[in-house]
């Protein structure tokens, strides 16, 4: 499976507090809360970023969704032209293009600086606008082969939640919608401001991070096998300072070797050297945001040995070092100045 790092959005040239949403006739209204969940109920006296979101209107009015209720957005396509991030929650429809006009304010709110998301179908949409090809991108799996047969310029990639390339992201159908949103916001104003805001949906953040992402597959509700190995997980997370191998994690769950890493990939859906290490870089971000601990500490403290191991993994993961992580997220950091 391709490894790709979610990317850094320094490629932004507006303000990344700015986040427009497009409603469109025939909207979802469960992918257009998405982002308005995510982006819109900032929770400033939790320690949230003050962030605007804006709701445009990509048709004239008034708007209808699929559940027959009249959406109404105060902003049109012109308000595009100063939001850092502009999402399209999916499209009403695959086999119809979107207005040209809203195809238009996409083109020039990318070449403005302004990164373009596509939830769900909205992949559709950011391909009619020419803003995927030769670039990877996924959608929701009942339309992928779609997708593929219409646009061949894009390299379409069926099993990930999302792809990050930079100015454009996609993400598969539905739930997926979520995954993206907050790996947006860990993006821009790091883990713990995602992980705030992941609890407050009641959402695990255990997908968080670079390779979290390819997790082929729900988890399935723990139960038998399936709960012990939640109970050794909840166990494992709050230690992981400490040394545990495959074979020590197995015996503590009463499992041979093979049975234990299937179960575990059956409940986390992937191994358990990369669940581990996901892990152990959430708590390594989490402690550089929060806390002025030296980096030999916080290596050691998230079980990643050194600081140079913590060094490899943060440039391998986040394209990025602990100490400019820090700089960047770092409790005393003004974001978005």
Known sequence: MPHKKPSRPTHLLRSASTVA?????????????VPCLVFGENGQDEGMPPL?????????GPLRSTAGIAVSAPFGLNDLDDAG???????????????????????RAHAGGARIVGLCLGAFVLAD??????????????????????????VLDREVLYVD????????????????????????????????????????????????????????????????LSELLDVV?????????????AARAAMGRRTFTRHFRQLTGTTVGQWLLN?????????LETTDRSIDS????????????LRQHFAATFNTSPSAYRRQFGAGDQHGT
């Open 21 to 33: 949403v497009l409603a469109f006739d025939g909207i979802s209204l469960f992918h257009l809360s």
């Open 52 to 60: 605007t979101l804006k709701v445009c209107a990509a048709e004239p």
């Open 85 to 107: 991030t502009v999402i399209v929650p999916s499209w009403r429809d695959t086999t119809q293009p979107a207005p040209q006009p809203m195809l238009d304010a996409l083109r």
């Open 129 to 154: 606008a020419g803003l995927l090809n030769g670039r990877s991108a996924t959608t929701h799996w009942l339309c992928a082969n779609e997708f593929a047969q219409r646009y061949p310029a894009v």
């Open 165 to 228: 390339e930079g100015d454009v992201i996609t993400s598969a159908g539905t739930a997926a919608g979520l995954d993206c949103c907050l790996h947006l916001l860990r993006s821009d104003w790091g883990a713990e401001v995602a992980n705030r805001v992941a609890r407050r949906m009641v959402l695990a953040p255990h997908r968080q991070g670079g390779q979290a992402q390819f997790i082929q597959q729900s988890l399935p509700a723990a139960s038998g096998a399936g709960h012990r």
């Open 237 to 249: 997370l709050a230690t992981l300072d400490q040394p545990h191998s495959l074979d020590d994690l």
């Open 279 to 287: 892990q152990r870089l959430a708590l390594a971000q989490r402690l």
């Open 298 to 309: 916080v290596a050691a403290d998230a079980g990643l040995g050194s600081a140079a191991s």
